[in-house]
């Protein structure tokens, strides 16, 4: 993998897990993965969701992923992502969408797609 210029500021701004919070994330993603029937990659993409999760928050995550994929990885975790994730995690800026969108004025229709939001899953380097 090549490294990046702004890898050294992207690593000081991810915020530091405690152990519990490792913990529990680990807790989650076992259970999950033990008791999982169905498509890998379902699978792969909602532990990939609880993983970014306190780096981005709930609200990045849900303007990258659509109602459907974020109900489907709800119910694969077993949590909400909205009550378990913060709002905006300290490396939310990195989501180029999720930066365009807190610039409008109504951020739930750049959400349900009213309003397009061209590279929407793209991540950057912070600025």
Do not use: Q
Request: proline content about 3%; some cysteine.
């Amino acid at each position: 993998m090549k490294t990046n210029s702004h890898k050294r500021k992207n690593l000081l701004k991810m915020p530091l897990r405690t152990l519990e919070r490792e913990a529990e994330l680990t807790r989650i993603e076992r259970e999950a993965f033990a008791n999982f029937h169905g498509m890998f990659d379902d699978l792969e993409l909602a532990i990939g969701i609880l993983r970014m999760g306190d780096y981005l928050g709930w609200r990045p995550l849900v303007l990258i992923h659509n109602k459907r994929t974020i109900r489907k990885a709800e119910d694969i975790l077993g949590i909400s992502i909205r009550e378990f994730f913060p709002p905006e995690g300290e490396c939310a800026d990195r989501s180029i969408g999720y930066s365009i969108a807190k610039g409008l004025s109504n951020f739930w229709k750049a959400v349900s797609g009213d309003i397009k939001i061209d590279n929407r899953r793209e991540i950057g380097d912070s600025t």
